[in-house]
């Protein structure tokens, strides 16, 4: 008989209900949604209307930014800085908190795109016919 168990659990300041499932290995958790979460798919999805300057933009700049996916790259900064914090406190210094409120400047994200683009050209030299520009 194949059984899985359900339990709460509380993930930064949300409680979050979690199916815990057994390996041969181990014990696998995932969270669930509540079902008050879970929402229709739309049945129609609405069309926009993309410009060709603005799609070709976006494609070239996910073309640049594009690297393999390395794990090791990704990290809990959460953590890290509350871990650091706590030393600090055990060591008996102080711990300033310091506020990141959000910024309140709008930008152009096409002229932001262009920018970004420019910048990565001038970083990473492109391969072009044979010749290095």
Same mark, same amino acid.
Request: glycine share 6%; hydrophobic share 40%.
């Given at each position: 008989?194949?059984?899985?168990?359900?339990?709460?659990?509380?993930?930064?300041?949300?409680?979050?209900?979690?199916?815990?499932?057994?390996?041969?290995?181990?014990l696998i958790a995932k969270?669930?949604?509540?079902? %008050? +979460?879970?929402? #229709?798919?739309? *049945?129609?999805?609405?069309?926009?209307q993309l410009d060709k300057?603005?799609?070709? /933009?976006?494609?070239?700049?996910?073309?640049?930014?594009?690297?393999?996916?390395?794990?090791?790259?990704?990290? %809990? +900064?959460?953590? #890290?800085?509350? *871990?650091?914090?706590?030393?600090?406190?055990?060591?008996?210094?102080?711990?300033? /908190?310091?506020?990141?409120?959000?910024?309140?400047?709008?930008?152009?994200?096409?002229?932001?795109?262009?920018?970004?683009?420019?910048?990565m050209n001038r970083e990473?030299?492109?391969?072009?016919?044979?010749?290095?520009?």
């Amino acid at each position: 008989m194949k059984m899985v168990g359900i339990a709460k659990t509380v993930i930064g300041q949300t409680e979050k209900t979690i199916v815990l499932y057994p390996l041969k290995d181990g014990l696998i958790a995932k969270t669930l949604y509540y079902y %008050d +979460e879970i929402a #229709e798919i739309p *049945r129609k999805v609405p069309k926009m209307q993309l410009d060709k300057k603005e799609l070709d /933009m976006a494609k070239m700049l996910i073309q640049t930014m594009a690297k393999p996916f390395v794990a090791e790259e990704f990290h %809990d +900064e959460y953590q #890290e800085r509350l *871990r650091n914090a706590i030393m600090q406190k055990i060591k008996g210094n102080d711990v300033l /908190m310091v506020e990141q409120g959000a910024a309140n400047n709008v930008i152009d994200l096409m002229e932001a795109l262009k920018g970004s683009l420019e910048l990565m050209n001038r970083e990473e030299p492109v391969k072009r016919e044979g010749k290095i520009s």
